[in-house]
Nanobody, 120 residues
Framework: QVRLVESGGGLVQAGGSLTLTCATP????????????MGWYRQAPGKQRELVAT???????VYGESVKGRTTISRDDAKKKVVLQLNGLKPEDTAVYYC??????????WGQGTQVTVSS
């Protein structure tokens, strides 16, 4: 399976901001006609993976309850990528963040994960 390419994780102090970017690998970019939904999930140690935010067709966005009001997701259909802006970060936002996409042919792919650590 071809993995999505994630970038932007790191260490940040509480109250700070981070931008996470997820891109479709160039190796498959030309083979994908369009993307139904693309977004981010996260998993903290000992917890289940949870929704952060997704961007679907026609600008439809869905945000997880724990990040609503602090997060913005944007989608670039031409480049088949999404950008997640995280603001007002809290220590409980510490997790591995995973990008996910599903194409119009129901092909799904995940990224390998990027660590976000928020210090208090």
């Amino acid at each position: 399976q071809v993995r999505l390419v994630e970038s932007g994780g790191g260490l940040v102090q509480a109250g700070g901001s981070l931008t996470l970017t997820c891109a479709t690998p160039t190796s498959i970019l030309s083979t994908i006609r369009s993307i139904d939904v693309m977004g981010w999930y996260r998993q903290a140690p000992g917890k289940q993976r949870e929704l952060v935010a997704t961007a679907g067709r026609a600008g439809v966005t869905v945000y997880g309850e724990s990040v609503k009001g602090r997060t913005t997701i944007s989608r670039d259909d031409a480049k088949k990528k999404v950008v997640l802006q995280l603001n007002g970060l809290k220590p409980e936002d510490t997790a591995v963040y995973y990008c996910h996409c599903r194409t119009d042919t129901n092909y799904e792919s995940w990224g390998q994960g990027t660590q976000v650590t928020v210090s208090s």
